[in-house]
């Protein structure tokens, strides 16, 4: 347990040594802080409508008020928890459908291989922004039924990745050795397999999580959000009618939008890097 503990704290503090870990993972670090107190940090309720419309930042209002007179700065606050738990969400689930699926192409190999490749394709050749449109339309724009749907697209690249994980996996001898034994299939899958593959795939979901909170900012813009959260997308689409008379409304959030974004890039770039060995000794080179 010391052993595990100490490899766990070495392995971070290599990771936060190098400049885009530590940039990244300041980023996630202060939007969760924010995300987790915003019912404490936010200085008003985000849907309380007043007659101070359109004011600018000022120490009253310290990020100014949108066109109905709600509070920015609190509009914000709370739009943050939104994106990390859409891009949370979404990413996980892709992860799991990515990974079993995955595993199950690689290790049985044969017509299920064949079968799950052609439906990792299919999947990839869907434009994915349509999809997601057509299926919140379908089945409304509930905060869950969001997450659901951006993470049922996101999937296939992680399920790729996951088969070429196991494909070399599967010949190795401690897999071999335990098939031998009489272990079940199920067995070596989720003790030899799925742990010793999951790597890559969970730096890959990483990056998917910046697409996640990029696609749930694009359905809120596009009116296809969930109507009872606050989010950036919301924020930007209500106030584009107004950017000249008040910039803040949608600069302030877009702002925000390509600094969590670029924070999340940075943290999973930095991650692929050190759980892939071939990055490292690329980049090192």
């Known amino acids: 347990m010391q052993t595990g503990f100490r490899g766990a704290w070495l392995f971070w503090r290599s990771f936060l040594s190098t400049p885009a870990g530590a940039v990244g993972a300041a980023i996630v670090a202060v939007a969760l802080f924010v995300a987790v107190l915003a019912p404490y940090l936010a200085p008003a309720d985000p849907y309380q409508i007043t007659r101070a419309t359109f004011l600018a930042p000022s120490g009253e209002h310290i990020l100014g008020t949108d066109n109905l007179g709600r509070d920015m700065a609190s509009r914000l606050i709370w739009g943050t928890r939104t994106s990390l738990l859409f891009g949370f969400g979404a990413a996980s689930l892709s992860l799991v459908i990515g990974v079993v699926l995955g595993a199950l192409s690689g290790y049985f190999g044969g017509v299920t291989d064949h079968l799950f490749s052609r439906l990792f394709e299919v999947f990839l050749m869907v434009p994915r922004l349509f999809l997601i449109i057509l299926l919140v339309a379908m089945f409304g724009s509930n905060m869950l039924i969001a997450i659901g749907v951006i993470g049922f697209t996101l999937w296939p690249s992680n399920a790729k990745l996951m088969r070429a994980q196991v494909l070399t996996l599967k010949s190795r001898a401690f897999v071999r050795a335990s098939i031998g034994s009489g272990a079940s299939h199920l067995h070596v899958l989720a003790r030899h397999v799925m742990p010793n593959g999951v790597s890559a ?21 596009l009116g296809l959000g969930d109507p009872n959260v606050v989010s950036w997308g919301q924020v930007i689409q209500q106030g584009q009618s107004y950017m000249v008379r008040a910039w803040w409304i949608v600069t302030l959030p877009g702002l925000l939008l390509v600094i969590l974004i670029l924070g999340i890039y940075l943290l999973g770039d930095a991650l692929a890097m050190k759980l892939n060995p071939r990055l490292r000794t690329r980049g090192s080179a």
């Open 201 to 221: 795939v969970i730096a890959n979901s990483s990056l998917q999580m910046a697409n996640a909170v990029l696609l749930e900012a694009s359905l809120s813009f």
